[in-house]
């Protein structure tokens, strides 16, 4: 059931940016403010399936449920529950399904706060992150699915990368990194706006600065760590 369900709600975040990306490069080429209140409706839409994806690895991974393929690759019954929770970043699938989380949380932060405001530049902006974000559901949803379903269950599994037990600084490291590296996508894609428009101007400068801070803070306490 968790295999069908996680599978289920990263394909709705999946067409979920795929028609907000087709809607934001639509809204800023036709400069539509319906294409572009579409656009932010599938990026609060992309991010709250790939929270519900989260919530049910997490169920899963805490639950031992090695039905789930990922919860086979690098849970066990024997990790203690503080190690369990962070293995949602021990292994490629699931460190791709953050980073799709991660993703799409910032991109509904940027719809959010940009609500209404820099018409000539956001909607592209949101169209080209959501862009990003059919990247990354896409290799969610299929070629890195942490949700495959076991053909044989196994009794218990490995347990998680070593290298994530060996201090308690590694619940915030990893995520410190990809909440920077991460969190690029959205001044990425501002930048890409002001060519597309063919302007910057000095609201958009200034905005593309303090989107870029974020990040930048992010990776400077994850390298500290």
Same mark, same amino acid.
């Given at each position: 059931?968790?295999?069908?369900?996680?599978?289920?709600?990263?394909?709705?975040?999946?067409?979920?940016?795929?028609?907000?990306?087709?809607?934001?490069?639509?809204?800023?080429?036709?400069?539509?403010?319906?294409?572009?209140?579409?656009?932010?409706?599938?990026?609060?839409?992309?991010?709250?399936?790939?929270?519900?994806?989260?919530?049910?690895?997490?169920?899963?991974?805490?639950?031992?449920?090695?039905?789930?393929?990922?919860?086979?690759?690098?849970?066990?019954?024997?990790?203690?529950?503080?190690?369990?929770?962070?293995?949602?970043?021990?292994?490629?699938?699931?460190?791709?399904?953050?980073?799709?989380?991660?993703?799409?949380?910032?991109?509904?932060?940027?719809?959010?706060?940009?609500?209404?405001?820099?018409?000539?530049?956001?909607? /592209?902006?949101?169209? %080209?992150?959501?862009?990003?974000? @059919?990247?990354?559901? =896409? +290799?969610?949803? &299929? *070629?890195?699915?942490?949700?495959?379903?076991?053909?044989?269950?196994?009794?218990?599994?490995?347990?998680?990368?070593?290298?994530?037990?060996?201090?308690?600084?590694?619940?915030?490291?990893?995520?410190?990194?990809?909440?920077?590296?991460?969190?690029?996508?959205?001044?990425?894609?501002?930048?890409?706006?002001?060519?597309?428009?063919?302007?910057?101007?000095?609201? /958009?400068?200034?905005? %593309?600065?303090?989107?870029?801070? @974020?990040?930048?803070? =992010? +990776?400077?306490? &994850? *390298?500290?760590?």
């Amino acid at each position: 059931m968790i295999s069908l369900l996680g599978r289920l709600v990263v394909l709705v975040a999946l067409a979920a940016c795929g028609v907000g990306a087709v809607c934001g490069i639509a809204g800023g080429y036709k400069r539509s403010d319906t294409a572009w209140k579409w656009s932010r409706w599938m990026a609060y839409l992309a991010f709250a399936a790939m929270t519900a994806a989260i919530g049910l690895m997490e169920y899963a991974l805490i639950m031992d449920d090695f039905s789930v393929s990922y919860v086979a690759e690098v849970g066990s019954t024997q990790t203690p529950l503080w190690v369990t929770i962070v293995s949602l970043w021990s292994s490629l699938d699931g460190s791709i399904l953050l980073w799709g989380f991660v993703l799409t949380g910032y991109i509904a932060a940027f719809a959010k706060i940009t609500d209404g405001k820099y018409k000539d530049h956001s909607s /592209w902006a949101l169209g %080209i992150s959501l862009m990003i974000g @059919i990247f990354f559901t =896409f +290799l969610v949803s &299929g *070629i890195a699915n942490p949700f495959e379903p076991m053909e044989v269950v196994p009794s218990d599994g490995p347990g998680p990368n070593p290298l994530l037990q060996n201090h308690v600084l590694m619940i915030i490291h990893p995520p410190a990194l990809y909440l920077g590296y991460v969190g690029m996508a959205v001044p990425f894609a501002m930048g890409c706006s002001a060519l597309l428009v063919g302007r910057i101007g000095a609201a /958009w400068s200034k905005a %593309i600065r303090r989107w870029m801070m @974020i990040p930048w803070g =992010f +990776l400077s306490v &994850g *390298i500290l760590l």
